[in-house]
């Protein structure tokens, strides 16, 4: 048994919704179309009952005189002129006479040929009154040439209910100059038959189609929200692990595509975040173990072991040192982790990039002396560019850094700016020691550094962040980095932004 809780749960559900809703379109459409159509078949029908009964009225105009019988007759009969062995006229004076009246201008019926009243016994009831045959009359133009009132058009039903069209009209005694009227009649039960048969028939169809429009209704709504339930059960599946789950396309190009392809761009997005969060949690944990480890290890040595001040001192002093780089890795982490999530908004502006570049290049001429590398500049007069000056400075600061770290002494660095009207070309070249192969897909990945490499006495002091940065600035920057190097040839870092 349905319980009233599912019987909600039910109603309130969309597919029920959308069912509903066919089937209120099905029936108001039925209903809308069957009110239209009776309107048009009750109009059709009275205009042909109407035209039938107009066609009797000319023809009896042909038919019917109203004179006397002979010569000793006092008063004028009802009179019908027609071929008896004419079968087609028979018939037409027969149909007029089924329902018809010929009346003076006071309301008296007058007589027909036979000597007996000019009217339809079973049907008397329905013509007018003697009244209402004078006041019609008493409009009546004197002059038969002249307009004269009417048609008159009455609906009138008999005492056992059955509808019957009058038309009444006045006809002139071309002899005599007088009025007479005359109404004619038809019967609407053919009529009313139709009409009726055409309603019981809309009676049938409009459940009928209700019933269809439920049907076609469920399973048209079930079929259209078939997507919509893949995404919601590809939800529930989706969890920190097993991201990287995509529904697909119908290939429509309907509404339901285009939530579709939301809906995974939404999940890409997930994925990302989740991967940014498991690296920077990778990363840390990596990074800080450490320095971490090797502060603890100063201190317990300290604490143990250190008998004078001066031990104290350089034992504080090397933890320092390991606090110091490990304040470093959490700052460019967390910088690099809010660049990457987009917490990092830039402040783009019109930049003259060669007074950027000749400005780092003149800071780095002392370290590059010092370390007996040649630094160069090759830039243009002018090279403007649209973006963020603290980044930009920050990206060619890791560029140059690192060019001069891993060139030995006697090399040269060399920075070389190219500018036209669609894009800035940006190259830093050095003579150093080169980046194998292998190496080459990971150098942006944060903390990796290449095993080896460098000429400082103690190359594992960087942060292994450096080009990281760089990747993230020129990917915001709406630009591209590539990397040419071989051992023992140098590196060239080509970056083209906008």
Not at 298 to 318: H, S
Not at 451 to 456: D, F, K, M, Q
Request: charged residues 25%; negative net charge.
């Amino acid at each position: 048994m349905i319980r009233r809780r599912d019987l909600r749960r039910i109603s309130r559900g969309l597919r029920f919704r959308l069912t509903a809703s066919y089937a209120l379109f099905f029936t108001v459409l039925l209903i809308g179309a069957s009110f239209l159509f009776g309107i048009r078949l009750n109009n059709t029908l009275q205009k042909e009952a109407h035209d039938a009964l107009t066609d009797h009225w000319d023809a009896m105009k042909g038919y019917l005189r109203i004179e006397k019988k002979h010569e000793i007759d006092p008063d004028e009969r009802a009179l019908w002129y027609y071929d008896e062995n004419d079968t087609e006229e028979t018939t037409i004076v027969l149909d007029i006479k089924k329902i018809y009246m010929v009346a003076a201008a006071d309301g008296k019926v007058i007589l027909d040929e036979d000597d007996t009243p000019a009217y339809s016994e079973a049907f008397k009831e329905i013509f007018d009154t003697p009244a209402n045959i004078r006041a019609r009359v008493a409009k009546a133009n004197p002059n038969p040439a002249a307009p004269n009132p009417g048609p008159f058009w009455d609906t009138r039903r008999d005492s056992d209910g059955e509808q019957f069209l009058i038309r009444s009209g006045i006809v002139w005694d071309q002899v005599h100059h007088r009025p007479y009227y005359v109404s004619l009649g038809s019967p609407m039960a053919q009529y009313a038959k139709i009409q009726s048969g055409f309603t019981w028939i809309f009676v049938g169809v409009v459940p009928s189609g209700l019933v269809l429009g439920g049907i076609l209704g469920w399973f048209m709504a079930g079929r259209a929200l078939t997507p919509v339930k893949d995404v919601a059960q590809a939800a529930q599946r989706i969890s920190g692990s097993n991201l990287s789950l995509r529904i697909p396309t119908r290939e429509a190009g309907d509404e339901l595509d285009y939530l579709i392809l939301t809906f995974n761009r939404m999940i890409e997005r997930l994925e990302s975040s989740f991967q940014q969060m498991k690296q920077f949690s990778t990363d840390v944990s990596h990074e800080l173990r450490t320095p971490i480890t090797a502060i603890r290890g100063q201190l317990e040595v300290a604490l143990f072991t250190a008998k004078t001040t001066e031990q104290y001192r350089e034992a504080m002093f090397n933890a320092l040192q390991d606090i110091d780089r490990l304040s470093q890795i959490v700052r460019a982490l967390l910088l690099l982790s809010q660049a990457e999530s987009g917490q990092l908004a830039l402040q783009k502006s019109r930049l003259n990039l060669r007074e950027v570049a000749v400005d780092l290049v003149d800071q780095f001429q002392i370290p590059a002396e010092a370390a007996g590398v040649r630094l160069e500049a090759d830039l243009p007069d002018h090279c403007f560019v649209e973006g963020d000056r603290v980044q930009i400075e920050r990206m060619i600061t890791n560029l140059l850094s690192n060019a001069l770290k891993f060139t030995p002494e006697g090399g040269q660095v060399r920075l070389r700016v190219v500018s036209s009207p669609e894009r800035v070309e940006m190259v830093v070249e050095d003579t150093g020691r080169g980046i194998s192969t292998e190496h080459l897909p990971h150098i942006f990945d944060r903390f990796y550094r290449v095993p080896g490499s460098g000429t400082a006495p103690n190359p594992e002091q960087g942060l292994g962040l450096g080009l990281s940065f760089v990747a993230w600035i020129v990917k915001a920057h709406h630009g591209k980095i590539e990397v040419d190097s071989a051992p023992g040839k140098g590196s060239r870092f080509t970056i083209t932004l906008p």
